[in-house]
């Protein structure tokens, strides 16, 4: 499980930091792997609105938000955004943050592709506000509401304090922290319980990719999905990237990792090899091992691509049933 943070925030250790790191704490005590973005501290620039994402679903700037940021968003299992409040909203660098988000709703609403994480994936926002006025966070809510829409996330809800103003405040506060370790614990709570899998190959740029975009997509619920190869490649297969395009299935801003990287916060309860012998998996004793032997794509027309894809998808559907019903 994967949470990112995002942070809007120009103080360290300040009130909002406090909040949104006491929940990333939680968050990491728990098992699960965590980044914070500090909106602040990365080259972020703003959108210009120049409508290259609605056509090519890519942007146009090359910043860490098109580099970086946007894998990060692809592999969360939940996000958190984390603001004081200027002007009864997020402050500039994360709403520039937030603006550049619209490549991910043009790949949906335009392009029409499905994140694979998107039923699956949570948003919540922490805010901080100086006065008690009622309509304080009403711009800010909004501004999430619509944030969670484009980066696929449905509203796990929202921690809001008033009257938070000067340094320390939030610690005086008599259950903010509190309020913060129990919202982690209570949308965590919602990712435990699934069966960890590990599918397994030597790129990760195809196959075991397809695998557990297809298992995020239809049985996310039941099955926490990780890949990884034995020697990663540096780039997705773009034939790959085509055939899932072509069903529907988004595979934009996915990185191949390894096998020790996929499972660093994940222990996996089956490993699966998408074709490639047990000798691409790592050593796990006493952990359940299938082979699916899918033939290897790399090399092959676009046409085999396909059909390899719909013999993982029905695989991982297979696979799915059987965890359902125990």
Not at 74 to 84: H, M
Not at 236 to 256: L, R, W
Not at 283 to 292: M, S, T
């Amino acid at each position: 499980m994967f949470v990112l943070g995002i942070q809007g925030s120009p103080r360290i250790k300040g009130n909002t930091d406090t909040l949104l790191s006491t929940f990333m704490d939680t968050a990491t005590e728990k098992g699960a792997e965590t980044f914070v973005v500090n909106a602040y501290k990365t080259n972020i620039q703003p959108c210009v609105e120049c409508g290259v994402c609605e056509k090519k679903g890519i942007c146009s700037i090359n910043d860490d938000m098109q580099n970086d940021i946007y894998p990060l968003i692809r592999r969360s299992d939940i996000i958190v955004l984390a603001s004081p409040i200027f002007f009864y909203n997020v402050t500039a660098p994360l709403k520039a943050f937030i603006d550049r988000t619209q490549t991910f709703w043009s790949r949906k609403y335009r392009l029409q592709l499905e994140d694979p994480k998107r039923p699956i994936r949570k948003g919540l926002l922490l805010a901080l506000g100086a006065t008690k006025g009622q309509q304080l966070f009403q711009g800010t809510l909004a501004t999430a509401k619509y944030f969670y829409d484009a980066v696929g996330a449905s509203n796990a809800g929202e921690l809001t304090f008033r009257q938070i103003e000067n340094p320390g405040d939030i610690k005086k506060h008599p259950t903010a922290l509190d309020d913060a370790q129990n919202k982690a614990l209570d949308v965590l709570n919602t990712f435990t319980n699934r069966k960890k899998i590990l599918f397994a190959c030597r790129e990760n740029a195809c196959r075991s990719q397809m695998a557990e975009a297809f298992a995020h997509y239809y049985a996310g619920n039941t099955i926490e999905a990780v890949s990884g190869g034995s020697h990663p490649a540096e780039h997705a297969n773009p034939n790959m990237e085509q055939v899932m395009k072509e069903s529907g299935i988004d595979m934009g801003f996915i990185k191949p990792k390894s096998i020790e990287i996929a499972t660093q916060y994940v222990k996996p309860d089956l490993i699966i090899s998408m074709g490639c012998g047990y000798d691409a998996c790592p050593e796990l004793p006493g952990i359940q091992r299938l082979d699916w032997q899918i033939d290897d794509p790399a090399h092959q027309s676009i046409d085999e691509m396909r059909k390899i894809r719909d013999d993982i998808l029905q695989r991982v559907r297979l696979l799915s049933e059987k965890i359902s019903v125990g």
